[in-house]
Structures are given as C-alpha cells and as structure tokens.
C-alpha cells in the first residue's frame, strides 16, 4: 500500500513539473511580442517622454534640437555683442579726440602760414628786359603800317574827361577836329524819339526810343571823309554820353533795335565854398 501511494506522488510531481514548463514556455512566446512593444514603448519614454507614436513621428520631424555647445554659442554671441557696443563706443571716442586733435593741427598750421606769408611776403615782380620783349612783338606787327585819319561821325572815349563818348562833328586842316558829347549831339540831331520816363528835379530817367526814318539819312552813310553810324550799337550799357561841369549822363540798358534808357543827373558836382 505504501508503495503504491509514493509512485502516485511520483508521478503526480512529474506531470505538474511537466504542465509548468509547458506553461513557460507558451508564456514566452505569448510574451515576447509585448516584451518588444514595452521596450520600444520605453526607447519612447527615455527620449520624448511618455507620448503617443503620432506625437513622436511630429517631434522628430519638427522639434529643433537646441544641444548644449549651441546654447554656449549663442550666449557667447551676446556677450562679443556687448563687446563690440563697447569697442565701438570707444573708437568714437577716439575718433573724436583724433577730430579736435586734427582741428587743433589744422589752426595751428593756418597760424604758422599767416606768419610765414608776414614774414615772406610774395616776391616783388622783376622788370622784363627789352629783349625778351622784343621777343613778344610779333614779327610781321610793322610790315603793313597805315596812316590812319580822323573822319567825321567817327566815335573815341574822351579820357581826359571821365571817359566820355565823343563824335567828330567838324573836320579841321593838318589832322585837327571838333567833337562833341554825343548825348547833346543825339538830342541835337533829332534821330531818336526822346521821352522823360522819370522826373525828380535834378534827376530824370530818358527814353531814347530808336526811330529808323529818323536815321536812314544820307548824312549817316559813309563817304570820303565821312564814317558811317550804325544806331542799333551806338552806345553800350555803362558809356558816359554826357559830361560837364552841371550834367552828366550814364546809359543804364540797351535794348536789341538800339533803344536805350539813361541817367541823367543836373549840378552833380559838388557847388565850390
């Protein structure tokens, strides 16, 4: 009896030794696929956290990654920023010291030339000598040399007597002639239409208005002893047409057909004590 009681317990530990390693064994093939997920699923966690597989696929895709050096680098980028304001701010400084040391040369400078343009003056101009004026005269100046006439109507600039313009009135023997101011002639000879423009006592301001009927005469056109005038440039801006000792007149404008407008002044100088 006994002994068949210890080979039912034998056989009894076998079966159950038997049936649990069967279980092992179907247990680590049921197992291994989630073993997997869960190590995938903590591959997962190590780097992003606890998080969906979709969130993953966008973080890896979109997430910048920001390491370390990269977190150095920009800081150090600030702080060169800072540097360079600083070196900036000081190389101004120095240019403005350089500036005001610049001026300071540049009157210093200007100084010194006004002493040495005192001290050294320009140097006086030396007289040409004769022969390097000769020189300058050209060679054929006295080949054709002509004798030259006074001629009536002709016009010169009276130099003796404040540059006043003259025109010969009368022909005289061995070269002599008479002439007259040519502002008394003009009003003499009726060949412009005069008008006072402007009155104030011992001041006017004429008009001598061109009349071309006036000045197509025969005594105006040229001859033998006779020049012509030509009244559309008879007189230029600044001539002194008139001048005594109680006028003078001054041509202030010239228009394109000989028009002109004078100054003329009464008693303009001063009454002798």
């Known amino acids: 009896m006994m002994k068949k009681y210890i080979i ?25 696929p989630a073993r997997e997920e869960n ?24 997430a910048t990654v920001c390491t370390p050096c990269d977190a150095s680098l920009t800081e150090g980028t600030g702080e060169r920023d800072e540097g360079t304001e600083g070196t900036d701010k000081e190389e101004k400084q120095k240019t403005g010291e350089r500036d005001e040391g610049t001026e300071g040369t540049d009157k210093e400078e200007k100084q010194k030339n006004n002493k040495e343009n005192i001290e050294n003056p320009m140097p006086k101009k030396e007289i040409v000598e004769s022969s390097v004026l000769d020189n300058l005269i050209p060679s054929d100046s006295d080949k054709e040399k002509k004798q030259y006439r006074a001629l009536k109507n002709s016009l010169f600039l009276d130099y003796d007597n404040c540059g006043v313009k003259k025109i010969v009135t ?6 002599v002639f008479i002439a007259e101011d040519l502002g008394s002639w003009l009003k003499a000879q009726d060949v412009y239409d ?80």
């Not at 056989?11 to 247990?27: C, E, I, K, Q």
């Not at 903590?42 to 597989?53: A, F, K, P, R």
């Not at 009368?170 to 070269?175: C, M, P, Q, T």
């Not at 030509?230 to 003078?248: A, M």
């Open 8 to 32: 039912s317990l034998a056989a009894t530990l076998l079966f159950g030794a038997t049936v649990v390693s069967f279980n092992a064994a179907n247990m680590e093939q049921t197992d291994k």
């Open 39 to 62: 190590m995938e699923s903590s591959t997962v966690t190590e780097t992003y956290g606890s998080v969906d597989n979709d969130i993953k696929e966008i973080w890896q895709k979109e």
């Open 194 to 273: 005069i008008t006072v423009v402007e009155d104030n006592g011992d001041y006017k301001k004429l008009y001598y208005e061109s009349n071309q009927e006036k000045q197509d005469k025969e005594r105006f056109y040229p001859a033998e002893d006779t020049a012509a005038i030509h009244f559309d440039w008879l007189v230029y801006e600044g001539d002194v047409i008139t001048c005594t000792d109680t006028c003078f007149e001054e041509v202030t404008s010239v228009e394109p057909d000989g028009s002109f407008y004078t100054e003329y002044t009464l008693n303009w100088l001063p009454a002798d004590e």
């Open 170 to 175: 009368e022909l005289k023997k061995d070269g």
